[in-house]
T-cell receptor
Framework: GAVVSQHPSRVICKSGTSVKIECRSL??????MFWYRQFPKQSLMLMAT?????????EQGVEKDKFLINHASLTLSTLTVTSAHPEDSSFYIC????????????FGDGTRLSIL | GDSVTQMEGPVTLSEEAFLTINCTYT??????LFWYVQYPGEGLQLLLK?????DKGSNKGFEATYRKETTSFHLEKGSVQVSDSAVYFC????????????FGTGTRLQVFP
């Protein structure tokens, strides 16, 4: 079964709305989680590294004030797209490393965000 | 910096054809290499992996060999099926279980009956 749960799977909302996406590790603790954005032509871009109990590390070119990341516990990281606009429409995917797994990271199923 | 380069798609094949999707990498250390698959409307799934040179990863009829001398990790399958239609991502990580994955741009495979 899924070891990383991402919610919601799909969001459709009006321009100017803030949208929160949750990423939960279900049966392991994750001090670090990664947030990716997937563009229409397939490329997967790392947006930021979420760190439990401290500030997220953002990749170059990613607006910190637009994409707020909070990692308040060892099993939950949230990405909030603030004042979303149509250009923020995309597929957002989170992942979490699991030191006890033979996989480097477990991925959520992604969130399809559509801003009207 | 570290990077992964994949052949551009889409790759269009008939059922039972042979598949190759090329992947090469650039890395400062000794990475582990992966192929992920994304079926339509779904998230990423690990398809196969190799953690050191000359390792061969395999799963569901797909194979890829870690070639250090050519810095490559090409994905192959001898006979594709319609159900293999998906987007395939090559990726590397420098520090297993702790570091970020670096992805290629993805290659869309379309298999027709």
């Amino acid at each position: 079964g899924a070891v990383v749960s991402q919610h919601p799977s799909r969001v459709i909302c009006k321009s100017g709305t803030s949208v929160k996406i949750e990423c939960r590790s279900l049966d392991f603790q994750a001090t670090t989680m990664f947030w990716y954005r997937q563009f229409p032509k397939q490329s997967l871009m790392l947006m930021a590294t979420s760190n439990e109990g401290s500030k997220a590390t953002y990749e170059q070119g990613v607006e910190k004030d637009k994409f707020l990341i909070n990692h308040a516990s060892l099993t939950l990281s949230t990405l909030t797209v603030t004042s979303a606009h149509p250009e923020d429409s995309s597929f957002y995917i989170c992942s979490a490393p699991d030191s006890h797994s033979n996989q480097p990271q477990h991925f959520g199923d992604g969130t399809r965000l559509s801003i009207l | 910096g570290d990077s992964v380069t994949q052949m551009e798609g889409p790759v269009t094949l008939s059922e039972e054809a042979f598949l190759t999707i090329n992947c090469t990498y650039t890395a400062t250390g000794y990475p582990s290499l992966f192929w992920y698959v994304q079926y339509p409307g779904e998230g990423l799934q690990l398809l196969l992996k190799a953690t050191k040179a000359d390792d061969k990863g395999s799963n569901k009829g797909f194979e890829a060999t870690y070639r250090k001398e050519t810095t490559s990790f090409h994905l192959e399958k001898g006979s594709v099926q319609v159900s293999d239609s998906a987007v395939y991502f090559c990726a590397l990580v420098l520090s297993y279980n702790t570091d970020k994955l670096i992805f290629g741009t993805g290659t869309r495979l379309q298999v027709f009956p």
